[in-house]
């Protein structure tokens, strides 16, 4: 285990290029299973889940080879077995993406419980009715999950009782190795869903529906390798903008569309931070923060729970009251409630609201990094704190920000990593 030690009270500066989204390219490489061609993917970053995704990939057969710090070249000739290493799948969440892939691919699927952040309160029962819909039978075990179809998946209409993420891409996965076409209905419309949807067309998928809540999918005779650039990870470049503006710096993040970042720039805009967003190009200036009143969580296009835990600490340092509500997991709340032991002011009203009041000049404390997106948030609100922090496992956010020491350093943080 590994903490970081920050030195808060010092104004960020600088550029930082942010690399794919994760949340894209956990899928992308799970889809790198359904074909026995080589498949290249460009711009990944070079994050521990990733490299958990990469040891997944290995231990089922697939030839896996890092061609420089962001290109990954798969090549899954064959599959060895269905089962993924249960210890791996312990540690990721998005491990759950190869039951689609492998019960696709193979007729059968082996999985642990999924790991990774909140495991406890996030379901697989989307995933797995989008797969028994398909055809897929259910084998009763001790733990964990198995399916099986060893005459292969069959295309089906289907609508999702919940719009999830990795639900519609684990629907999508199987989807493409279906006889048939499949529909899915409520399905999710992040910009990462959307590109696995065309990663899918560029194997030779036909899809249609990209971005909406209704997507076709007809699968072709046999699945092509493909070379693939990532979209840049606009929660990544969301939450450098807002470390800088956090300490009233000058910060400038490039590599991400503007329109991913819409969602959170009109948030960003009510607490009147002064910005300017363009495609390529998201840069932030010293500001004179007011509350933003009520910030409410939703599916995309809605306002993006990965980012709520950044701007709860950014309303610290606003003007007036700004209510939080996250309906979608409790316990990123409950971790900024370290943030009271740094005199913020906050009032915890139940598992998913919070309201803050600002501005407080934070204090420098001992505090406890519980998942990625909560941990880049105490990260920010020690940079702006007077005194001395230490952030323990601090491996937990480099789950899904790779570089973070070097690129805090960049922009001017004093900051240590200490195993």
């Known amino acids: 285990m590994a903490e970081l030690i920050i030195n808060g009270g010092r104004r960020l500066s600088g550029r930082i290029a942010v690399e794919g989204n994760k949340n894209a390219a956990l899928p992308l490489l799970a889809a790198c299973l ?51 290493d249960p210890s791996l799948v312990g540690r990721l969440r998005g491990s759950v993406l ?17 790991g990774g952040d909140f495991p406890a309160r996030r379901s697989i029962a989307t995933h797995l009715r989008a797969l028994l819909k398909m055809g897929a039978v259910l084998i009763e075990r001790p733990s964990g999950h198995c399916l099986e179809a060893p005459d292969g998946l069959t295309g089906a209409s289907m609508y999702l009782l919940e719009a999830s993420v990795t639900g519609t891409e684990t629907a999508l996965l199987a989807a493409a190795q279906a006889k048939g076409p499949t529909e899915i209905r409520n399905a999710a419309c992040e910009p990462h869903v959307a590109e696995l ?8 998928a036909k899809v249609e529906g990209i971005g909406m809540s209704t997507i076709r999918i007809e699968p072709p005779a046999r699945l092509r390798g493909v070379v693939h650039t990532l979209r840049g990870d606009y929660i990544e470049a969301a939450s450098w903008a807002v470390v800088g503006a956090v300490t009233g710096g000058d910060v400038t993040v490039t590599g991400v569309h503007a329109e991913d970042l819409e969602p959170i720039a009109a948030v960003l805009a009510e607490m009147q931070l002064a910005f300017e967003l363009e495609d390529g190009r998201f840069a932030v200036g010293p500001s004179t923060l007011v509350g933003a009143r009520r910030v409410t969580t939703g599916l995309w296009p809605g306002f993006p729970s990965d980012i709520v835990s950044l701007v709860t600490v950014l309303a610290t340092q606003a003007t007036g009251q700004t ?11 409950f971790a900024l409630e370290q943030l009271s032991a740094m005199r913020a002011d906050l009032f915890l009203c139940d598992p998913h609201r919070i309201i803050v009041s600002g501005p407080t000049k934070l204090r420098g404390r001992l505090l406890d990094s519980r998942d990625i997106r909560s941990g880049m948030a105490l990260i920010a609100a020690a940079l702006v704190a007077e005194g001395q922090s230490t952030l323990t496992e601090v491996e937990t956010v480099e789950r899904g920000y790779g570089d973070l020491v070097t690129r805090l350093l960049d922009l001017g943080a004093d900051v240590e990593r200490r195993e």
Do not use: K
């Open 197 to 204: 949807c065309v990663f899918l067309q560029a194997m030779g």
């Open 98 to 114: 190869l039951l689609g892939a492998l019960i696709g691919r193979t007729g059968r699927a082996v999985i642990a419980a999924p």
């Open 34 to 84: 359904l074909t026995s061609e080589t498949c290249e993917l460009r711009n990944v970053p070079p994050i521990r889940d990733v490299a958990v995704m990469i040891d997944l990939l290995r231990s089922l057969g697939a030839d896996v080879e890092r061609v420089d710090r962001t290109t990954v070249r798969v090549t899954s000739r064959r599959i060895d077995t269905s089962e993924p």
């Open 323 to 333: 209510l939080v509500h996250d309906w979608l997991y409790e316990l990123r709340l």
